[in-house]
């Protein structure tokens, strides 16, 4: 693998992902949501811990949905707009810029706004998803005056799409201080890590990893649980399945899909095709991705590993 190219096996990763049931759920959220857009309450927040996947499920959601433009009518279904640090000026540029203008970065702010607005409605955009929106929150807290929370108002009822904020936890604050923002969002869609609490977070840990290791030119005997958990019906979860490696991989990578890319990657590095993929290169892998983290889950004993993912209320 060339440096710096990314492998497609991170991107497969980030699609599969995207399978599990929780996901499938927040699928359906949204697909609601922008289904009653026209009612003025079309709007939700896609919110989880950085690395939980939300950037992954709004690409692969507009993916999915994409629509080829009709002969007559230059539409889109959506568009993707991770918000820059820094001016709305420079938010509403990259608006632009995913709406396909060619001088996005033309215009004074109000210009720009009303040139958003007004190719939102001509090529009938069903949804904007804004990605990252905690970095336009004050430092010293979001008020009603706000500009981010101004700005906002105004581009929703500008628009007859659909806009889905995404971002960690403290974004709620852009819903929650403002009544009106509060009836046009009334979906909140949170997104929890991976964990091996109650059945169905067993079962979306173990079919995700199944799926994806099983695309990859290596070699899992650490990892035979996987092969233990198959039913005529699927996958599923069993008492007498030895899942002790699995939790190693989970305490490792916290459920997050950014971190198990980051080691399963380094693990395909360091190994050439067919490879046995064991757990000191697992080991070695999590040292080098996680450098000053004082406990390795693959060579800590299993008490230690239940003790960390107990903490981290990853397992029960």
Aim: glycine share 6%; aromatic share 8%; charged share 30%.
């Amino acid at each position: 693998m060339t440096i710096g190219e990314v492998s497609h096996d991170a991107n497969n990763l980030a699609k599969l992902y995207c399978m599990s049931g929780k996901y499938k759920a927040a699928e359906k959220s949204l697909l609601h949501t922008i289904k009653y857009r026209s009612f003025e309450t079309g709007g939700a927040l896609l919110l989880g811990e950085p690395g939980i996947g939300k950037t992954s499920l709004a690409k692969k959601f507009l993916e999915e949905h994409h629509q080829d433009p009709l002969p007559e009518h230059n539409n889109v279904f959506g568009i993707y707009v991770e918000v820059p640090g820094g001016t709305l000026n420079g938010l509403h540029s990259e608006i632009l810029r995913a709406l396909g203008d060619e001088n996005f970065n033309e215009g004074k702010l109000d210009q720009k706004k009303r040139r958003i607005m007004k190719l939102v409605n001509a090529m009938d955009v069903k949804v904007i998803f804004l990605d990252e929106v905690q970095v336009a929150l004050p430092s010293s807290g979001v008020m009603p005056s706000s500009k981010f929370i101004k700005d906002i108002k105004e581009l929703i009822n500008g628009t007859r799409c659909s806009w889905v904020l995404c971002g960690t936890p403290e974004a709620r604050d852009i819903r929650d201080v403002d009544e009106q923002l509060k009836s046009r969002f009334p979906k909140v869609i949170e997104l929890d890590n991976f964990s091996f609490k109650g059945y169905d977070n067993k079962v979306d840990f173990i079919a995700i990893l199944f799926d994806f290791l099983s695309t990859m030119p290596r070699k899992f005997p650490l990892f035979k649980c996987l092969n233990d958990s198959l039913v005529d019906e699927g996958i599923g979860y069993f008492k007498e399945v030895d899942y002790s490696n699995l939790l190693r991989l989970l305490c490792a990578t916290n459920g997050s899909l950014r971190r198990l890319k980051l080691i399963l990657m380094d693990c395909l590095e360091r190994t050439d095709i067919d490879d046995e993929l064991t757990k000191e290169i697992f080991a070695e892998a999590y040292a080098e991705c996680f450098q000053g983290e004082a406990i390795n889950p693959f060579t800590a004993d299993m008490g230690t590993v239940k003790k960390l993912l107990i903490a981290r209320d990853l397992y029960a």
